[in-house]
Nanobody, 118 residues
């Protein structure tokens, strides 16, 4: 089993930066990648970025240049740095972990709320 805990969300003003954290515990040694997703009210969940434990990151096109995913293997933590936040970034942000390259994500965190106020 793997447990994921997100943190770092909050209420911020337009244009500021925010860094979210995803702390993983449990059987993380067999994991393939960790990803970040978000879900805004009334909308479907959307993929933002992911990073492989033994490889590089990849991003959804609409966040390239504004969001950066990184990891600290020693802390079993993955970060999502979000810059120039906009009101449309308001959503619940989730991290998730997949144990293999194919298929979907196997474990999910509980989410952290990000609200961007204008």
């Amino acid at each position: 089993q793997v447990q994921l805990v997100e943190s770092g969300g909050g209420l911020v003003q337009v244009g500021v930066s925010l860094r979210l954290s995803c702390a993983a515990s449990g059987r993380t040694s067999s994991s393939y990648a960790v990803g970040w997703f978000r879900q805004a009210p009334g909308k479907e969940r959307e993929f933002l970025a992911a990073i492989r434990w033994s490889g590089g990151p990849y991003y959804a096109d609409f966040v390239k240049g504004r969001f950066t995913i990184s990891r600290d293997n020693a802390k079993n933590t993955v970060y999502l740095q979000m810059n120039s936040l906009k009101p449309e970034d308001t959503a619940v942000y989730y991290c998730a972990l997949k144990v293999a390259a194919g298929g979907g994500y196997d474990y999910w965190g509980q989410g952290t709320q990000v609200t961007v106020s204008s």
